[in-house]
């Protein structure tokens, strides 16, 4: 997604106080395409479920 739509969604999550970060893929479009930035994003959505879905 745009960065500026991405920014809006994280800062109203973190207002309401959702535990999230910010992934930036400045080399991307709105799907993540590249395998090395592709594994990384997998990596952080498995760790937050992992973490926040007990």
Do not use: C, I
């Not at 969604?9 to 993540?32: I, K, N, W």
């Not at 590249?34 to 997998?42: E, M, S, T, V, Y």
Request: hydrophobic share 45%; net charge positive.
């Amino acid at each position: 997604m745009p960065y500026t739509q991405g920014l809006q969604m994280f800062t109203a999550l973190q207002r309401m106080g959702v535990p999230s970060r910010l992934l930036v893929y400045p080399d991307e479009t709105h799907f993540v395409t590249k395998p090395q930035n592709a594994r990384l994003w997998w990596t952080e959505v498995h760790g937050w479920f992992a973490r926040w879905l007990r």
